[in-house]
């Protein structure tokens, strides 16, 4: 059966950023930036404009120029959003001098859209923008003590009720205190109902009682761009104390981009955006991704990448038509992603480059393109159980080791002297319509002892190792019921 994820297409469930003149304020470059904003969030304009909400949002709409910040610019409060009158952010540019930070978000709903943050060269290690929406963030948060968790459910995950949970809501966070529990934010483990959500914890007494407050992230940004100035080596473009959410549309970042810390998630929605600096998309952080990600670029060393070991890949990643340079997605780290048409320098896609840093691979990949020791190959540890379907990979070092992976239409060339193609650890591997290049004596399959292995229709230069034994040769003919799925799924 195929691990394919199924998602909603990038062309669905984007809405149009939307504008309305009769709750926004024209901005100019003369004009107190930081000001306008104050007065525009204050209460004072609700008599005007109504009180804000998700429904009823404000605007500071820039016109064309440079903006020079006499300090951080402090988005502070939900529902009040920055954008420009050009569709081209390069026209409106928005800087700080005597600041480390151009601009800190620290509500959790903003919308941003069509102008650039740019750092300065006066100070050291800067950054144009910068998310603090996590913990101690001072957005709005929703409280709902309608209903406690009782000491009768010790040993249970938490279950929260609230009377108020927007069914289209995402809620990434669910805040615990009170009781036995640490206090803090936990991650979401499922929304069981509208009203209803199951959170990864448990009670440890019987006598404890949790009450309940839930974050939602809904910020927005649309064709931004977040500059260093051209200096890359200290400058930081985007960054997060806290997971990366929301939805993010044709950005552009320098520097240091879209990081994460050890812990931090790079979640969201993420289309036709780019950072080319070297690792940038959660590189060299040791954080987790597991947004969604669609004809997204990164440099070398990204989207989990380093020089060593990189970040996990969770299950509910998602990348489409992306492309980054050498040891990208998931060095050396565990990968359980979705992937389609995406391409990676040498070792990505659970690229193993040291013993110290094993990957493990059980993801789904299709027309997927790299080279070197990638999808956890390279190493008799690293582990690859995911499915490939249409993947090239050249220039392979070592063999890759399959434990209860399925391999479809896949085309594999080592390039290292006297090396098998694929060694498989258990007999539950399946191959059907593969090209596999082994080199010298190695084989196109081999194991280090007698095991069994699924392959039909495969074209290989140096044929089976003794120790494998092929279920489907002879008068074997290829079924979908021999493969374990349906015939359909491998025509």
């Keep these: 059966m195929s691990n394919e994820k199924t998602y909603v297409p990038p062309a669905r469930g984007v809405k149009p950023f939307h504008l309305d003149m009769g709750n926004s304020v024209v901005v100019g470059p003369d004009d107190d930036l930081a000001a306008k904003y104050d007065w525009l969030k204050s209460s004072d304009r609700d008599t005007a404009m109504g009180s804000l909400s998700l429904e009823n949002r404000r605007c500071i709409v820039l016109v064309p120029g440079r903006y020079e910040l006499s300090a951080t610019l402090i988005l502070d409060t939900e ?24 601009i800190k978000q620290t509500a959790f709903d903003v919308h941003l859209s069509n102008f650039t943050t740019e750092t300065s060269t006066a100070m050291g290690t800067n950054m144009g923008f910068r998310l603090e929406t996590g913990n ?28 108020s949970i927007n069914p289209d809501d995402i809620y990434d966070e669910v805040y615990l205190s009170a009781g036995s529990v640490v206090e803090g934010w936990y991650t979401v483990d499922t929304v069981v109902s509208d009203d209803e959500i199951t959170v990864v914890e448990t009670l440890a007494d019987s006598s404890a009682d949790v009450d309940f407050r839930t974050i939602s992230h809904r910020s927005e940004y649309r064709n931004m761009r ?15 104390t806290y997971h990366y959410s929301g939805l993010w549309i044709n950005c552009w970042a320098e520097g240091r981009a879209w990081q994460c810390s050890s812990g931090m998630h790079l979640r969201g929605r993420y289309y036709d955006c780019e950072a080319m600096r070297q690792q940038c998309w959660c590189g060299d952080t040791g ?20 020089t060593s070991f990189g970040s996990d890949i ?74 490939m379907v249409r993947c090239t990979i050249t220039d392979m070092s070592e063999a890759m080791y399959l ?3 399925f391999l479809r239409h896949c085309r594999l060339v080592i390039s ?51 120790n494998v034994t092929n279920l489907l040769t002879g008068s074997n003919v290829l079924t979908g019921a021999a493969m374990g799925i349906e015939d359909s799924d491998i025509s």
């Design 136 to 163: 101690g963030g001072s957005g709005a948060t929703t409280t709902n003590a309608t209903s406690t968790v009782a000491g009768t459910n010790v040993g249970k995950d938490l279950v929260g009720r609230y009377d």
């Design 314 to 387: 969770s299950s509910d990643a998602v990348f489409e038509d992306c492309t980054a340079g050498i040891q990208s997605f998931g060095l050396g780290k565990t990968v359980a992603g979705t992937f389609k048409r995406c391409v990676g320098g040498a070792n990505s896609f659970a690229g193993f480059t040291s013993a110290i840093y094993l990957p493990t691979f059980s993801g789904y990949a299709e027309d997927c393109i790299s080279s070197g020791d990638c999808f956890a190959g390279g190493h008799a540890s690293a582990v690859n159980s995911g499915e």
């Design 403 to 405: 434990t209860g992976a």
């Design 287 to 306: 954080g987790t991704i597991s947004g969604q990600f669609y004809r997204c670029r990164g440099g070398d060393w990204a989207f989990g990448g380093c």
């Design 79 to 102: 529902f009040v959003d920055i954008c420009s009158l050009s569709s081209n952010p390069a026209d409106v540019v928005v800087t700080c001098s005597a600041e480390q930070i151009r």
């Design 226 to 240: 977040f500059s260093t100035a051209g200096l890359v080596s200290t400058k930081i473009g985007v960054d997060s």
């Design 416 to 466: 290292g002297t006297n090396k098998d193609c694929i060694n498989i650890v258990d007999s539950n591997s399946k191959l059907y319509n593969c090209t596999l290049v082994a080199n010298g004596s190695g084989k196109a399959i081999d194991a280090g002892s007698s095991l069994n292995v699924v392959a039909a229709h495969c074209r290989s230069n140096l044929g089976v190792g003794a």
